[in-house]
């Protein structure tokens, strides 16, 4: 939205608190769009594919249901309440509900909005939460170090502590939802990815683009080998690899959490330095990164010194695979026997648009036996840290996606977003599926006979 959309939006929300008997609930510069909340024509076209209705089928709990209650606070004719909270922290924000919407409502952006103005009301403000919250989002996630620390934490864990407390049965004293979130504990890798590669990699070939890479915070702890295949695939596609030093997490967990104030100051360091980088392209291989780092530019738009700089930014943001296909792939060769299926990470297809590029990476990969996966585009329950936060109902959701995937038997299950893998590796050992769960961008280049990392 631009900035005079945005301040139009803002005039008819005072419009509309002046109508009503009370003021609006919503308070600060985060208030969500008036003018989304009536471009809601109550059709609901988006409630057969929103997950959330599909569970209870209660209208609260549907995209429709939740925009008319933001309405209704907005209008001052209800306040924030812990019931609110409950229903927006329910919703998985994956977005089905934008894709379906006729109108083009923007979902995403209104209960980003709504969650800042939960988090700006206090209504579930428990010491407790408020030190978790401080210790991630403040202390953590904005420190690279912090999160490297944490990678090591997970790993000692991993190798010492799991084999002890399954070892010795201690694991089944744990509460319940402790054991359900142990389950969920990602590989790490004691290296994480920025140390397996330089900041500037060399293409192979002549040079066709200077990529930007992003080190990420989950990518970087947890995913050190898909970083290393991203950049040993644009290299072999003759891109410039650059990972500039100095930048931090994209802010996205932080921005689906409420917390607008901490993204936004994560934006601005970001922007400032891969505008010093002066590359081509950002070239992101977590979905929920890319479609944060494409907001960046709403994220800002309300501060005239950085909106321009943001919307820059955003618009040089690509998931991988759809920078390659634009750039232009190379035909691998080295074949790959397998039944493979693709299970659409939700913010690459509804937040990204992006859904024919990886699928037709994939399907140029020799020997691969390719079988559609239904329900392709239904969130697999990881959101974010949705599979943290509501464990319970997230596994709901993982059980209709494993259902789904036994129901095709694949042997590589390919998907573009890192938390869509954790998720569903721990579906498939729940299941005890022996599928591999992959990123498109490790079986390229493993197709294109690259070594993996050292
Ligand atoms: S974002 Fe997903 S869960 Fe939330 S209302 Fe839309 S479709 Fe439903
Ligand atoms: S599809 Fe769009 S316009 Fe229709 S109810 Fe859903 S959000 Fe509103």
Request: hydrophobic letters at 40%; charged letters at 20%; a positive charge.
């Amino acid at each position: 939205m631009t900035v005079s959309a945005h301040a139009s939006s803002i005039d008819l929300v005072e419009t509309a608190r002046r109508a009503s008997a009370r003021p609006s609930a919503f308070q600060g510069i985060d208030i969500p769009s008036y003018e989304d909340t009536i471009n809601c024509m109550h059709c609901g076209l988006c409630l057969p594919h929103c997950p959330t209705f599909s569970l209870t089928q209660l209208e609260r709990h549907s995209p429709r249901g939740r925009i008319r209650l933001i309405k209704s606070i907005a209008d001052g004719q209800l306040d924030v309440t812990p019931a609110f909270a409950e229903t927006m922290s329910f919703c998985l924000l994956c977005r089905a509900c934008e894709t379906a919407c006729p109108a083009g409502v923007k979902y995403g952006e209104l209960a980003e909005a709504a969650r800042a103005q939960i988090e700006t009301s206090g209504v579930l403000r428990s010491p407790r939460r408020s030190f978790v919250r401080w210790l991630f989002f403040r202390q953590i996630f904005p420190r690279p170090w912090a999160l490297r620390l944490l990678g090591k934490a997970t790993w000692l864990h991993l190798h010492l502590g799991r084999p002890l407390l399954r070892g010795t049965g201690l694991i089944r004293l744990l509460p319940k939802r402790l054991q359900r979130l142990e389950a969920l504990t990602p590989a790490v890798a004691w290296r994480p990815g920025r140390a397996l590669m330089r900041e500037v990699n060399r293409p192979e070939g002549t040079p066709r683009a200077r990529a930007g890479l992003l080190e990420g915070c989950l990518m970087d702890i947890t995913f050190a080998q898909e970083q290393y295949d991203t950049m040993a695939v644009l290299r072999h596609s003759g891109c410039e690899v650059v990972m500039p030093r100095g930048q931090v997490c994209c802010g996205s967990l932080l921005g689906h959490c409420g917390d607008l104030e901490q993204a936004r100051r994560q934006a601005k360091r970001n922007i400032e330095v891969f505008e010093r980088a002066q590359i081509d392209a950002l070239v992101i291989n977590s979905a929920g990164c890319g479609s944060f780092l494409r907001e960046y530019g709403h994220l800002l738009h309300g501060e005239p010194a950085w909106a321009e700089r943001a919307a820059r930014f955003a618009a040089k943001v690509r998931d991988v695979c759809e920078f390659l296909v634009e750039l232009g792939p190379k035909p691998p060769s080295v074949p790959l026997a397998a039944r493979i299926t693709y299970h659409e990470a939700c913010h690459l297809v509804h937040g990204q648009r992006v859904s024919g590029a990886p699928r037709q990476l994939l399907q140029m990969i020799p020997g691969l036996e390719w079988v559609e996966l239904p329900e392709a585009t239904w969130c697999c329950g990881s959101a974010g840290i949705y599979n943290i936060t509501n464990t319970a109902d997230s596994m709901k959701f993982l059980a209709r996606k494993m259902d789904n995937i036994e129901r095709v038997a694949p042997g590589i299950i390919a998907t573009g977003n890192p938390g869509c893998m954790v998720q569903i590796r721990a579906g498939c050992e729940q299941r005890g599926l022996r599928a591999r769960v992959a990123h498109p961008i490790s079986l390229l280049r493993e197709a294109y006979g690259l070594p993996p990392r050292d």
